[in-house]
């Protein structure tokens, strides 16, 4: 049984941090991941991370988003800087199991005010 507890997520002003934490129990995950979806938007990725810690981030957050992973705790972090209004969204984890079985967390919510 996979569970996923997602936080960190918050209100906080432009130029602003928050940091999102992932913690996963019950297997290791080839890939970890954060997406996020804005209202009347498509849910899009935000950033990966590979087990070995190669990552991926999306245009959109390059400089400002750093996703990091502690493989002992199995748990993944985003670190958020320079918060942007349009950062505005429900924030997800997303685990990739070895054999590819993909899990989702709950989402948590962040915004951004002006």
């Known amino acids: 049984q996979v569970q996923l507890v997602e936080s960190g997520g918050g209100l906080v002003q432009a130029g602003g941090s928050l940091r999102l934490s992932c913690a996963a129990s019950?297997?290791?995950?080839?890939?970890m991941g954060w997406y996020r979806q804005a209202p009347g938007k498509q849910r899009e990725m935000v950033a990966t991370?590979?087990?070995?810690?190669?990552?991926n981030h999306a245009d959109s957050v390059k400089g400002r988003f750093t996703i990091s992973r502690d493989n002992a705790k199995n748990t993944v972090y985003l670190q958020m800087n320079s918060l942007k209004p349009e950062d505005t969204a429900v924030y997800y984890c997303?685990?990739?199991?070895?054999?590819?079985?993909?899990?989702w967390g709950q989402g948590t919510q962040v915004t951004v005010s002006s």
């Open positions: 991370i590979t087990l070995g810690g190669s990552t």
């Open positions: 997303n685990l990739v199991g070895l054999f590819g079985s993909a899990y």
């Open positions: 019950g297997r290791i995950f080839s890939i």
